[in-house]
């Protein structure tokens, strides 16, 4: 994730109390692991390290915002999320309006953007008419879905009897909505749905991978010899199952990242969206293939060394939009990647900066607005780092048929163009 250094930064808030000693429950649940099988692929690695369920970065913190390791677009401006939502709506109404609309956001952080969006539906609400709307929320994080329950839905929220129920919590947003929380998007009923990924699948564990003299190779984690309560990377000697299979045949470059765990998830959501309408849209800085060392840590809003103090910092990859598109395989058409400040601009970000402006007296909040836009937008800041990638049914972009029987000489209309992706013009 592109994290940005925040004004003022201070420790992140699951740090131990002194912000740098190593948490050693983490530290040690590796250590014996590696010494019981072996060095741990990085994939491994990345998953325990972020979402072991007893000592997982993510299970334990809350990690977002000026106090935590990182900031978010839908944390820095509440238009990101009004964006979004209105793309939403766009996508339903070319989803030819289905009766049923479920929201389903993977991993929502605080829940600011299913909040921004769900604000736009409550002000659009005579464009959605009769539809019913519910929320779906898949996290992997008992500490910020009980944040995410807080913001959603004040105290309508309930979390399940059993530990193995798929919803493990549930409730009512401040507007009427239901709302579910899940481990995983496996148990999310089916049915029309638009799914949001926001900063999601960097978070995903990825494989690296080298090119050798003797073929692919995989980077494993492993105790350092010289010093036993530090971590090293080393290359197998010999192929992997994983170098073995992920690697592309006509791969160019010499070292690579693969989320094959985002391939299988990219997967889910081409088969739902082909079966039951809907659309994917993924926002996260990545890249189209062409990238190779991207794992990085980061705490404090500081770049952080990945072998270090396992546990206290976050573990990204930048996303290879590249790989995503090849796993959904035809099933789904897949647009984008387009930067993030041309998906906004798209969007009509600068009418809706002005419409706020317009309508605000106060000095701080109106340069509070115009900086968030320019962090948001700007080339240098987020503009170009993040990017914006959607999957849709064939269905979607497909030319409406013409009645059979009926010779028309008009051509058949052209779909709607599909909002953020290209320049909307009104003519
Ligand atoms: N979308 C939010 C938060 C991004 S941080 C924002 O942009 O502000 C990543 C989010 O994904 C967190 O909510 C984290 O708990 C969740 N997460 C990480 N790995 C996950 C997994 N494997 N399954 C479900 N949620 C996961």
């Known amino acids: 994730m592109l994290r940005w250094r925040a004004a003022q930064t201070r420790r992140s808030c699951g740090s131990s109390p002194n912000g740098e000693k190593p ?31 007893v000592t997982g970065y993510y299970v334990r913190n809350n990690m977002l915002g000026p106090d935590g390791d990182f900031i978010t677009s839908p944390e820095i401006s509440q238009i990101f999320g009004e964006l979004l939502g209105v793309w939403i709506l ?42 019913s709307v519910s929320l779906h929320l898949v996290e992997v994080s008992p500490v910020l879905s009980r944040l995410q329950a807080q913001n959603l839905t004040g105290n309508y929220s309930q979390e399940a009897g059993a530990e193995d129920e798929p919803i493990y919590r549930r409730g009512e947003t401040t507007t009427g909505l239901p709302v579910s929380w899940y481990r995983c998007l496996d148990d999310v009923p089916a049915g029309f749905s638009i799914f949001l990924a926001h900063e999601f699948f960097d978070a995903l564990p990825i494989h690296k991978f080298q090119r050798t003299e003797k073929g692919w190779r995989e980077v494993m984690v492993d105790i350092d010899p010289e010093t036993p309560d530090r971590l090293r990377f080393v290359v197998t000697p010999s192929p992997t199952l994983a170098s073995s299979t992920l690697v592309q045949a006509d791969e160019r470059r010499d070292h690579v990242e693969v989320c094959a765990e985002g391939g299988v998830i990219i997967q889910q959501l081409a088969r739902r969206i082909s079966e039951d309408g809907g659309a994917a849209l993924i926002a996260d800085y990545g890249h189209d293939g062409t990238k190779t060392d991207t794992f990085r840590g980061f705490k404090g809003h500081q770049l952080h060394d990945v072998l270090v103090s396992p546990g206290s910092a976050d573990l990204t990859a930048d996303v290879d939009f590249s790989y995503l598109r090849r796993m959904a395989a035809g099933g789904v058409v897949c647009l984008g990647p387009v930067t993030q400040r041309t998906f906004l601009k798209n969007m009509g970000i600068d009418t809706r900066l002005q419409v706020l402006l317009r309508n605000c007296a106060d000095p701080s909040t109106r340069k509070q607005l115009i900086s968030s836009y320019d962090m948001l937008t700007n080339p240098a800041k987020m503009g170009e780092r993040f990017h914006f990638f959607s999957l849709l049914p064939h269905s979607r972009l497909s030319k409406p048929k013409k009645p059979e029987g009926l010779k028309m000489e008009k051509k058949s209309p052209a779909p709607l163009p599909v909002a953020g992706f290209s320049e909307l013009s009104f003519s």
């Open 23 to 53: 948490r050693p429950s983490m530290l040690r649940h590796l250590t014996s692991k590696i010494k019981a099988t072996g060095p741990i692929s990085v994939a491994e690695y990345m998953r325990e390290v972020l979402t072991n369920p």
């Open 90 to 131: 766009s996508e339903w109404m070319g989803g030819g309006r289905p009766k049923q609309l479920q929201l389903v956001e993977l991993g929502p952080g605080k829940g600011s953007l299913a909040s921004d969006v769900l604000r736009v539906f409550s002000q659009l609400r005579s464009v959605l008419g009769e539809a």
